[in-house]
Nanobody, 122 residues
Framework: VQFVESGGGLVQPGGSLRLSCTASAFALDYYALGWFRQAPGKEREGVSC????????YYADSVKGRYTISRDDAKNAVYLQMNSLKPEDTAVYYCAADTSYRALVAGRVSWWGQGTQVTVSS
């Protein structure tokens, strides 16, 4: 499985970015999808997840109300809309997938993307 992530970059505090992740030669329809991030010197943490069945979503407390996860199975893609960005959101963001939504929320990931850098700075 190969994920291709895009949309990262440098943005000022208060700005927005939209991350995209698509998979090649792998249908995402039946998989829970999510985004994780790792800041310098910190452990990787779960940011948001979305189930495959009913679209149930999970958000870390630090991003609730600012981030929105969505998926488009027709395009084999998952997205993360990030608004009101803060310097502490600076990290490498990874898309992820697992067969189990609950497991993904708990941090168990079967497939990882390569990561995309998000830097929030003035």
């Amino acid at each position: 499985v190969q994920f291709v992530e895009s949309g990262g970059g440098l943005v000022q505090p208060g700005g927005s970015l939209r991350l995209s992740c698509t998979a090649s030669a792998f249908a995402l329809d039946y998989y829970a999808l999510g985004w994780f991030r790792q800041a310098p010197g910190k452990e990787r943490e779960g940011v948001s997840c979305i189930s495959s069945s009913d679209g149930e979503t999970y958000y870390a407390d630090s991003v609730k109300g600012r981030y929105t996860i969505s998926r488009d199975d027709a395009k084999n893609a998952v997205y993360l809309q990030m608004n009101s960005l803060k310097p502490e959101d600076t990290a490498v963001y990874y898309c992820a997938a697992d067969t189990s939504y609950r497991a993904l929320v708990a941090g168990r990931v079967s497939w990882w993307g390569q990561g995309t850098q998000v830097t929030v700075s003035s």
